[in-house]
Antibody
Framework: EVQLLESGGDVVQPGGSLRLSCAAS????????MTWVRQAPGKGLEWVSI????????HYADSVRGRLTISRDNSKSTLYLQMNSLRADDTALYFC??????????????WGRGTLVIVSS | DIVLTQSPDSLAVSLGERATINCKSS????????????LAWYQQKSGQPPKLLIS???ARESGVPDRFSGSGSGTDFTLTISNLQAGDVAVYYC?????????FGPGTRVDIK
């Protein structure tokens, strides 16, 4: 059974930094693309970033490019999201999601429960 | 970026009746390399993460009841929920995975009338 457990969410001041983690189990982590999706309180889903299994393809939404950095450690089956220069509009529940295949161009067939990031002074 | 619009924003349907949700894309999501429509549907119940229902516009995920069906091609897609059950109350999102960034629609809330 696919399990994804996010952690690292917190309350942080504008301009601050945070590192989110997503511990994966139940599948061969290195073989699948992984994605971060966020959801602001009471709002819809926003695609944030994707990384392929070998980290050879990485993409970001325009709203986060240059401030958020996705990475992974396949030896630890863990996905990361380094968040710098945080803004109030980064406040959201951050989900990590498993791609249905190793390709970037696949659906998200497994989701964690999310970790909450609040950017506020 | 591809923009997805969904209609209606919300709908209330009687138990046992049909719910129909539309998703329109600003450009075709037909993926050249496999000639498939890279369009997915997700269900998000209150307080839960999204759940994948349908891939490639019409391929139901394992374990998803056949009351859920997807159709459409190119830029216009539909999710149909037949014989609506109380457990189907949720927000439904379409997502395109044809062009990066892989955008989501704004969501459609389905309630019981």
């Amino acid at each position: 059974e696919v399990q994804l457990l996010e952690s690292g969410g917190d309350v942080v001041q504008p301009g601050g930094s945070l590192r989110l983690s997503c511990a994966a189990s139940g599948f061969s982590f290195k073989n699948y693309a992984m994605t971060w999706v966020r959801q602001a309180p009471g709002k819809g889903l926003e695609w944030v970033s994707i990384i392929t299994g070998a980290s050879d393809n990485i993409h970001y939404a325009d709203s986060v490019r240059g401030r958020l950095t996705i990475s992974r450690d396949n030896s630890k089956s863990t996905l990361y999201l380094q968040m710098n220069s945080l803004r109030a509009d980064d406040t959201a529940l951050y989900f990590c999601a498993k791609g249905a295949s190793g390709s970037r161009f696949s659906t998200l067939d497994g989701w964690g429960r999310g970790t909450l990031v609040i950017v506020s002074s | 970026d591809i923009v997805l619009t969904q209609s209606p924003d919300s709908l209330a349907v009687s138990l046992g009746e049909r719910a129909t949700i539309n998703c329109k894309s600003s450009q075709s999501v037909l993926f050249p390399s496999n000639n498939k429509n890279n369009l997915a549907w997700y269900q998000q119940k209150s307080g839960q993460p999204p759940k994948l229902l349908i891939s490639w516009a019409s391929a139901r995920e394992s374990g998803v009841p056949d009351r859920f069906s997807g159709s459409g091609s190119g830029t216009d897609f539909t999710l149909t929920i037949s014989n609506l059950q109380a457990g189907d109350v949720a927000v439904y999102y379409c997502q395109q995975y044809s062009n990066i960034p892989f955008t989501f629609g704004p969501g459609t809330r389905v309630d019981i009338k």
